[in-house]
C-alpha cells in the first residue's frame, strides 16, 4: 500500500511538472493503461457470461400438425402422441447432451421435438459445455447439468368437459351459457364437441352439428379448417386456469364483409 500511494505521488509530481516532454508522455502511457483496462473489462463481461452456463431447460406440449396456429405450454405432464419441445434455457452453448429416459439416441440440439406412444414417466437429463474463452480470466471448461421428470399420461384424459357460464370480455353484462361434452358420433372415434360458441350457435337439444375439439387435457383446439354453412365456427384456443373452474377461450370469428378474423375472449365459470 505504501508503495502504491507513493507511486500515484510521483506520477502526480511529474504531470505536474512544467517540464511539457516529460509530462505529456506521463499523459498518454496513463490514457493507454485507461484503454487496456477498459478493452479488457468489457471483453469479459456479457461475452464471457452470457448465460452463466446454467443447464436449466423448458419442457412444453403441443401439436405440430396444427401447423402456425400450434401454442407450445410448458409442462412436465404430457399426452400419449403429443408433441413434446425440449429447449434449453441457454442456446450458446458450446455442446448440449440429452439424455432422454432409456432412449440410446444422440441428441445435441439447444431444441428439438419428440413424442412418446406409452403412459410412463422418465428423466430428462441436459448436460451443458461452455469452452474456454480466452478473454476471460477463468479460462476454463464449465459444465452443468439438471435433470427433470417428464410424466406421459393417456391421451383421453381431459378435464374441460362441462357447462360454463360466462361472457365475452368486450361485452361483460351480457353472460350466456356454453357447454363441452364428449360426443361419440362426432368423427371416427368420437370427440369433444362444444356447444353455444358463438351465443346462439349450434345449441344442444338441436340437429346442428358443433364443434369438435382436439383436446389437451387442460386446453383444447378449435380448427382453423372447420366450416359450418348455418353458422361460422369459432377458431382458437381454450385454456382451464389453475383452479380448473376458469375456462377462457380466445377465439375468432370470420367477417363476412371481409374474411378477416375478429377476435375475442370468452370467460367463464364451471357451473
Known amino acids: 500500500m505504501v508503495e502504491r500511494r507513493e507511486t500515484a505521488h510521483w506520477i502526480i509530481s511529474l504531470l505536474s511538472t512544467n517540464y511539457l516532454p516529460i509530462k505529456n ?8 493503461l485507461l484503454g487496456i483496462s477498459v478493452i479488457s473489462v468489457s471483453s469479459c463481461g456479457e461475452d464471457c457470461e452470457s448465460c452463466n452456463t446454467t443447464a436449466d431447460f423448458t419442457m412444453s406440449e403441443g401439436f405440430l400438425g396444427l401447423g402456425k396456429y400450434n401454442e407450445w405450454q410448458e409442462t412436465d405432464t404430457v399426452g400419449v402422441f403429443s408433441d413434446i419441445k425440449f429447449e434449453a434455457i441457454c442456446d450458446d452453448m458450446t455442446r448440449y447432451e440429452w439424455k432422454i429416459g432409456d432412449d440410446e439416441r444422440s441428441f445435441n440440439e439447444p431444441s428439438f421435438t419428440l413424442y412418446f406412444p406409452t403412459p410412463t414417466t422418465i428423466d430428462i437429463k441436459l448436460i451443458v459445455y461452455k469452452d474456454e474463452d480466452p478473454n ?8 452443468d447439468s439438471l435433470t427433470k421428470k417428464l410424466t406421459i399420461i393417456d391421451s383421453d384424459i381431459t378435464y ?6 360466462g361472457y365475452n370480455k368486450d361485452n361483460p353484462n351480457n353472460e350466456f351459457d356454453i357447454e363441452i361434452r364428449f360426443d361419440s358420433t362426432e368423427g371416427i372415434f368420437g370427440s369433444y364437441v362444444i356447444h353455444n360458441l358463438p351465443e346462439g350457435c349450434h345449441p344442444k337439444g338441436t340437429l346442428l352439428a358443433p364443434v369438435s375439439l382436439l383436446s389437451f387435457r387442460t386446453r383444447f383446439f378449435m380448427s382453423y379448417s372447420q366450416t ?18 376458469t375456462l377462457v377461450i380466445d377465439y375468432y370469428i370470420t367477417n363476412p364483409n371481409d374474411n378477416s378474423l375478429i377476435p375475442y375472449q370468452f370467460i367463464g365459470k364451471r357451473i
Not at 160 to 165: A, D, L
Not at 228 to 245: A, F, S
Request: with cysteine.
Open 25 to 32: 508522455l506521463m499523459k498518454n502511457i496513463i490514457i493507454f
Open 136 to 143: 476471460c480470466h477463468e479460462n476454463t471448461v464449465r459444465v
Open 160 to 165: 374441460v368437459g362441462g357447462i360454463y357460464r
Open 228 to 245: 359450418r354453412y348455418y353458422c361460422d365456427v369459432p377458431k382458437g384456443w381454450g385454456y382451464l386456469q389453475e383452479d380448473r373452474n
